[in-house]
């Protein structure tokens, strides 16, 4: 079946960077953009981050622009994000989701993001 | 603070019907798409496009949108739809993606 499954949870210092990683099965990972997303304890979900299927082209949330970085393989079906110089801020649930696209009969394109993995949780603490 | 608003709470009897809304300007021209997340879990596809549900979504969750403000109504809510919903949409831009803040619905 389709399925998003993501690496396990994290626990880092301050100024530490972590890298996460989300492996893809049951469809054609080249064929898809892929997006991750946050939550924060408690907190709503905000978007951070989408690679295209080529993975030569990134887009990064303005608020963490310059601490991201969206990569993928192709060979492994793997998409990764690594996020450095940590602060408490950056404690949240991870998730990555794949991206689906369609025009309807009007021509309007919409997204959606369909599955989801189950979720990385990332807590920075000193 | 979200390019999207959503009211942070709302509530309906058992069996009623319930409208969330999401207010944006890139509504206008963006299709919204709705979001369910249960405590604990991922988020979960509910509506896309115009009014489009995923295999496994029951036909009482329905979408629709005018001018700035797209909706997800509940009709017939039950017991299993507490949950928390986020609409979606590009940013004003164009070139990023924005979430609401989240709706918490309570069934009484």
């Known amino acids: 079946q389709v399925q998003l499954v993501q690496s396990g949870a994290e626990v880092k210092k301050p100024g530490a960077s972590v890298k996460v990683s989300c492996k893809a099965s049951g469809f054609t990972f080249i064929s898809h953009y892929m997006h991750w997303v946050r939550q924060a304890p408690g907190q709503g979900l905000e978007w951070l981050a989408v690679?295209?299927?080529?993975?030569?082209?990134?887009t990064y949330a303005q608020k963490i622009q310059g601490r991201v970085t969206v990569t993928r393989d192709t060979p492994t079906s793997t998409v990764y994000m690594e996020l450095s110089n940590l602060g408490s801020e950056d404690t949240a649930m991870y998730y990555c989701?794949?991206?689906?696209?369609?025009?309807?009969?009007?021509?309007?394109?919409?997204?959606?993001?369909?599955?989801w993995g189950q979720g990385t949780l990332v807590t920075v603490s000193s | 603070s979200s390019e999207l608003t959503q009211d942070p709470a709302v509530s309906v009897a058992l069996g009623q019907t319930v409208r969330i809304t999401c207010q944006g300007d890139?509504?206008?021209?963006?299709?919204a798409t709705w979001y369910q997340q249960k405590p604990g879990q991922a988020p979960v596809l509910v509506i896309y496009g115009k009014n489009n549900r995923p295999s496994g979504i029951p036909d009482r969750f329905s979408g629709s949108s005018s001018g700035n403000t797209a909706s997800l109504t509940i009709t017939g809510a039950q017991a299993e739809d507490e949950a928390d919903y986020y609409c979606?949409?590009?940013?004003?831009?164009?070139?990023?993606?924005?979430f609401g803040g989240g709706t918490k619905l309570t069934v009484l």
């Open positions: 690679i295209n299927p080529s993975g030569d082209r990134t």
């Open positions: 979606k949409s590009r940013d004003s831009s164009g070139n990023q993606w924005v």
């Open positions: 890139s509504l206008r021209r963006y299709y």
């Open positions: 989701a794949r991206d689906n696209s369609a025009r309807d009969n009007s021509g309007k394109s919409h997204w959606w993001f369909d599955p």
